[in-house]
């Protein structure tokens, strides 16, 4: 469904620092899960994914895990870079390949 | 990756116009394409999914006659705004999954900005 709401939850890091960006998904049946980056104007960047049938995940410099009791994903972000600033979305699949997404988490790199 | 365009980046149109909004897929099969909306400093809507050569499937509360999609190619998809209405201003992105890819991973276009006067 439509989110509503115009202020984005904001996370503000130093540069180097880590990220961590916090996502509630909402079917327990859900057994696929993707994080994606907005950037300002642009479309969604896929940047990684998770199966239900594990907890975590590693990327470059990404990490995703997955706490399938509380329905909760997160994804932290190592060494966070100015290029990282953006927004980001966590999202679910259902059926027929569709994903629902979460509201989004803006996250600003403090240089 | 996948990578995905969208044409135009942007559009302005007045009031009652139609916006033909074109999503190609240019390095893979699209056989899944998906059309979402955005409004600013919101989260991405779907509007309607589609594979190629069938009708698309509109989610709920989401008008077919006046959002017209047509995927008539593996690799070309176009979504029409008929009779567009200020309300229908918003940030339309098209995404595919695809032959070869990770079924349910939907690689996104570049997204279109509508502004209906």
């Known amino acids: 469904g439509e989110s509503v709401g115009l202020h984005l939850p904001t996370l503000s890091v130093q540069e180097g620092d880590n990220s961590i960006i916090n996502c509630a998904y909402s079917n327990s049946a859900s057994d696929y899960f993707i994080w994606y980056k907005q950037e300002s104007g642009k479309g969604p960047q896929f940047i990684i994914d998770?199966?239900?049938?594990?907890d975590k995940r590693q990327g470059q410099r990404v990490t995703v895990l997955l706490n399938k009791t509380v329905k909760h994903l997160s994804l932290q972000i190592a060494a966070t870079q100015p290029g990282d600033s953006a927004v980001y979305f966590c999202?679910?699949?259902?059926?027929?390949?569709?994903?629902?997404f979460g509201k989004g988490n803006q996250v600003v790199v403090i240089p | 990756g996948a990578v995905v365009s969208q044409h135009p980046s942007w559009v302005i149109c007045k009031s009652g116009t139609s916006v033909k909004i074109e999503c190609r897929s240019l390095d893979f099969q699209a056989t899944t394409m998906f059309w979402y909306r955005q409004f600013p400093k919101q989260s991405l809507m779907l509007m309607a999914t589609?594979?190629?050569?069938?009708?698309?499937?509109?989610e709920q509360g989401v008008e077919k006659d006046k959002f017209l999609i047509n995927h008539a190619s593996l690799t070309l998809s176009t979504l029409t705004v008929t009779s567009a209405h200020p309300e229908d201003s918003s940030f339309y992105i098209c995404s595919y999954t695809g032959t070869g890819l990770v079924q349910e991973t939907q690689y996104f276009g570049p997204g279109t900005r509508l502004l209906v006067l």
């Open positions: 999202a679910e699949g259902y059926g027929n390949n569709r994903l629902a």
């Open positions: 589609s594979n190629e050569g069938s009708k698309a499937t509109y």
């Open positions: 998770i199966r239900s049938n594990m």
